[in-house]
């Protein structure tokens, strides 16, 4: 197997050369295709995951029908590394929005690199530090902000990875039903459906021919966020 998905991580850099050979040897790859899971929060955490191509959303299923999205991911990015260092399970859960490639690495290797390669554990506990900052932010968002806060959060993510520039204002060029955005953000149908009537009439976003969403003043959506 060919080393350059292990080479995308960036705490590959710091690593040692015989480091370096161990991961790379241990490399397995990773085909998903869309919609398929990644990784279900309660499974065991054997391995991480560096993915080299794709989009994945992480989020908590908190019932059968409700959920809360914590972030969008895009490669070159990893996932697992928390919960395998700790050697615990999947806390969360992460689906496939876009067929993803990139390769594992199983939990063991991982720990015997920290344990022997100083360097590459210093890296590695960057890299947990900046994912922690994230999480707090989203957690924040899960036990504080009301229905409208937590759409226009959800709504950005997604133009963050999939927005594309238009006449009309920034397309999200992926299907976002009311249904499926109630589901990601842990709230009623009839909550999502007042909370877009509301941006919409405030001219924040409309909804196009082709059923995406417009948002047409990025700025505006972001201050709601800090405000």
Same mark, same amino acid.
């Given at each position: 197997?060919?080393?350059?998905?292990?080479?995308?991580? @960036?705490?590959?850099?710091?690593?040692?050369?015989?480091?370096?050979?161990?991961?790379?040897?241990?490399?397995?790859?990773?085909h998903i295709p869309a919609?398929?899971?990644?990784?279900?929060?309660?499974?065991?955490?054997?391995?991480?995951?560096?993915?080299?191509?794709?989009?994945?959303?992480?989020?908590?299923?908190?019932?059968?029908?409700?959920?809360?999205?914590?972030?969008?991911?895009?490669?070159?990015?990893?996932? @697992?590394?928390?919960?395998?260092?700790?050697?615990? $399970?999947?806390?969360?859960?992460?689906?496939?929005?876009?067929?993803?490639?990139?390769?594992?690495?199983?939990?063991?290797? *991982?720990?015997?690199?920290?344990?022997?390669?100083?360097?590459?554990?210093?890296?590695?506990?960057?890299?947990?530090?900046?994912?922690?900052?994230?999480?707090?932010?989203?957690?924040?968002?899960?036990?504080?902000?009301?229905?409208?806060?937590?759409?226009?959060?959800?709504?950005?993510?997604?133009?963050?990875?999939? @927005?594309?520039?238009?006449?009309?204002? =920034?397309? *999200?060029?992926?299907?976002?039903?009311?249904? #499926?955005?109630?589901?990601?953000?842990g709230a009623a149908r $009839?909550s999502v459906d007042r909370?877009?009537?509301?941006?919409?009439?405030?001219?924040?976003?409309?909804?196009?021919?082709?059923?995406?969403?417009? =948002?047409?003043?990025?700025?505006?959506?972001?201050? #709601?966020?800090?405000?």
């Amino acid at each position: 197997m060919s080393a350059e998905p292990v080479f995308s991580w @960036g705490v590959m850099e710091a690593c040692a050369p015989d480091t370096r050979q161990r991961l790379e040897s241990a490399a397995q790859p990773l085909h998903i295709p869309a919609g398929d899971p990644l990784l279900t929060a309660g499974e065991a955490a054997d391995a991480i995951t560096l993915l080299t191509e794709g989009v994945v959303r992480v989020f908590h299923a908190l019932a059968e029908d409700c959920q809360f999205t914590v972030k969008l991911l895009r490669a070159p990015n990893s996932a @697992g590394l928390v919960e395998v260092v700790r050697g615990t $399970r999947w806390v969360a859960s992460i689906e496939a929005l876009t067929p993803l490639e990139g390769v594992r690495i199983p939990a063991a290797v *991982i720990r015997e690199a920290l344990q022997t390669d100083f360097a590459f554990a210093s890296r590695v506990l960057a890299d947990i530090a900046a994912k922690f900052e994230g999480t707090i932010h989203a957690s924040r968002a899960m036990g504080f902000d009301g229905c409208e806060r937590r759409l226009i959060r959800v709504l950005l993510e997604y133009a963050e990875h999939f @927005g594309r520039p238009s006449p009309e204002g =920034l397309v *999200i060029r992926y299907a976002l039903p009311r249904q #499926r955005l109630a589901l990601e953000i842990g709230a009623a149908r $009839r909550s999502v459906d007042r909370a877009l009537a509301a941006l919409a009439e405030q001219g924040l976003l409309t909804l196009s021919s082709k059923g995406w969403q417009v =948002l047409h003043d990025v700025e505006a959506l972001r201050a #709601r966020l800090l405000s």
